[in-house]
């Protein structure tokens, strides 16, 4: 396992941080990013991981209340393997742990005001992933109606669901829909790119969308 950590003059003082080779086995998740964090994560890159029977792969989580500071931004996976993974990409603004995580001010989807309480979620690349006994959904994408995730670019990868699979919450948050087979379900997102793609057996479309304003195929 390697992690490297280097200044960088990009947003002031944050670090850029580098994590590469790396295996994970059960847990919530493969490589995890939230829900609290003192002062965001920016410019991070994950290589060349496997990830085995994790119940979500690479997850970022948030919720109203993390505050104007909690920013995950400019983040890219690649090269990462898979393996029965019951959603291998989940991005969820409405987590709900903690005391008061399952607050009407944390679950609502309305449209609340934007303020100091408010975090954001910015530009994310997934490329050259391979997952394998897939589940729930290929990937689950929800942003707050008044803070939608900026960019989303899936590139050159390949999602393949198990040929019997069971059924549940792609994540954790209040009040989620049951998921089985579904592809990739994203919610209060700008912009949503997708290149290279495969999805071997899902049911239903390759997208599900709602408010999201632009979305991107290229086979």
Request: proline share 3%; with cysteine.
């Amino acid at each position: 396992m390697i992690v490297e950590t280097f200044q960088s003059n990009i947003m002031g003082s944050l670090h850029k941080l580098l994590i590469r080779n790396c295996w994970m086995q059960y847990g919530h998740g493969g490589v995890v990013l939230g829900s609290e964090m003192a002062g965001g994560i920016t410019n991070l890159k994950v290589e060349r991981c496997l990830f085995d029977s994790t119940d979500r792969g690479l997850r970022i989580k948030t919720r109203r209340g993390r505050g104007k500071l909690a920013v995950i931004d400019n983040v890219t996976f690649s090269d990462i393997v898979m393996k029965g993974v019951l959603t291998p990409l989940v991005m969820n603004m409405f987590y709900f742990c903690d005391p008061d995580g399952k607050t009407e001010y944390v679950w609502s989807k309305e449209k609340l005001p934007v303020d100091n309480r408010t975090p954001h979620l910015g530009k994310f690349t997934f490329e050259r992933i391979e997952a394998s006994g897939i589940e729930y959904a290929a990937g689950y994408f929800y942003g707050l109606p008044e803070m939608k995730i900026d960019e989303i670019n899936i590139i050159d990868s390949s999602f393949s669901f198990k040929e019997e699979c069971g059924e549940g919450t792609p994540a954790m948050m209040s009040f989620a829909e049951i998921c089985s087979k579904r592809g990739f379900i994203c919610k209060n997102v700008r912009k949503v790119n997708i290149s290279g793609v495969n999805v071997y057996g899902a049911e239903g479309p390759l997208i599900e969308k709602e408010g999201v304003e632009e979305v991107n195929i290229n086979e």
